[in-house]
């Protein structure tokens, strides 16, 4: 029998023979790599607001889960509704429109093809809940800017004013989203026109024109929203969609009504805040838009950081040194170029691509024949496959009918 007082004595090779094999380094990455354990990022957020009207009103739903108890299926969910002509429609949306999103989504599905899947059930989500909300016989409307985080894939449905942008490492600030003010939106006036609708200003005594563009019948300045049921067909609810996948390095989304991009550019926004935790960046960002514009309008601001999971916030972007002599000599030529480069999305290694409405993307996940070419369409709402009827049509822009009736 073993003594355990006495010392065991071992050799130096029984030690090495007793120790597991070292793994290079190289050979464990790939093995996470192969297992899909990359590590997913960590959303912080902030949000802060003040009411003049209070029909402004968010979602914030951290902790979502595709599969209850599955914590591998987990995304989070941001939204701003920014209500007119009542509050009934932003309250509506807020509360059912995440519900009929993921019902358009089987839950058996991968991570990838749930994030194919989702640009389309963004579409159904908003087109069904606009049905639902005009069941009610309510005649209010509402924006909705509508952000689901996954991992670090960012994918944004919007439709109205309500702006969300991408502020990624390295500086460059990116529109995730398509303002649908008529009198800033070229497209969405020919699209209304098209349709019939007219487009023109107030009139006040005398014929003179007042205000901004609004579509009649109806007054409306916006062409799209959710709600609206007294203002014609034209005023659809069938929302842009853009998804895009960040660099490890994360960005910061500014997610805000209109009562921020009133007063603020998106420039001007991403530079308030950089550096500061998203709580204290959404109160700065709001702080901002007070003192250059005052309380003109409902105001909310969120912050939502995406990062990696070894740090707090975003560090705060380098100042580059400035030279005197390079500037005298290319001052002009790089100013030129900054200017040209603050609107683009995809800075290499920062962000790509992963779809907009009416991408290239769009054609080859789908085919270059589908639907247009096919004669068959699919349903917003229940994904049902039908023939094209003359009332139907499809815009260059869309998987669904842009002709959207009111009363179907």
């Not at 308030?272 to 901002?288: H, I, S």
């Not at 309380?295 to 916030?313: E, N, Q, R």
């Not at 917003?380 to 822009?397: M, R």
Request: charged share 25%; hydrophobic share 40%.
């Amino acid at each position: 029998m073993l003594d355990l007082l006495t010392p065991l004595h071992v050799s130096t090779d029984e030690v090495s023979r007793m120790r597991p094999p070292l793994v290079p380094l190289a050979t464990l990455i790939g093995r996470e790599l192969r297992n899909e354990m990359i590590e997913k990022p960590l959303v912080k957020y902030g949000q802060a607001a003040l009411a003049k009207k209070g029909e402004d009103y968010f979602l914030i739903k951290p902790d979502c889960q595709r599969v209850s108890g599955d914590l591998s299926t987990s995304f989070s969910v941001f939204a701003i509704f920014d209500g007119h002509n009542g509050i009934s429609a932003a309250i509506f949306a807020k509360e059912q429109l995440l519900d009929n999103v993921l019902s358009a989504i089987p839950q058996d599905i991968s991570t990838e093809e749930w994030l194919q899947a989702l640009p389309r059930a963004l579409v159904a989500g908003f087109v069904k809940t606009d049905i639902e909300f005009q069941q009610g016989g309510e005649t209010s409307g509402t924006t909705v800017t509508f952000v689901i985080i996954d991992g670090w894939t960012v994918t944004v449905a919007s439709v109205g004013d309500s702006r969300c942008i991408l502020d990624s490492q390295g500086g460059v600030v990116s529109l995730l989203t398509v303002d649908h003010r008529l009198e800033e939106n070229v497209e969405e006036r020919e699209r209304v026109t098209a349709s019939g609708g007219e487009v023109g200003r107030l009139n006040v005594f005398g014929g003179n024109e007042v205000g901004p563009l609004r579509c009649w019948p109806g007054g409306l300045c916006l062409s799209r929203s959710i709600g609206d049921t007294d203002v014609g067909e034209y005023i659809v609810p069938i929302p842009h969609v853009k998804q895009v996948k960040l660099s490890n390095f994360g960005g910061r989304l500014i997610i805000a009504s209109d009562g921020i991009w009133d007063a603020l550019s998106s420039d001007m926004a991403a530079k308030a805040c950089r550096g500061l935790p998203a709580e204290l960046a959404a109160k700065l960002v709001v702080k901002e838009a007070l003192r250059s514009r005052g309380l003109k309008d409902d105001t909310t601001c969120l912050v939502v950081d995406i990062i990696p999971s070894d740090i707090l916030f975003l560090p705060p972007i380098p100042r580059k040194k400035h030279n005197m002599f390079s500037s005298i000599l290319f001052g002009k030529k790089a100013l030129s170029s900054v200017s040209k480069s603050t609107n683009k999305l995809s800075a290499v290694g920062v962000v790509e691509e992963l779809f907009e409405e009416g991408s290239a993307v769009l054609a080859e996940r789908y085919g270059k024949d589908f639907p247009a070419n096919s004669g068959i369409h699919r349903c917003a709402v229940c994904q049902f496959e039908f023939e094209v009827a003359p009332v139907i049509t499809l815009d260059n822009e869309s998987l669904v009918s842009i002709e959207y009736k009111k009363d179907k």
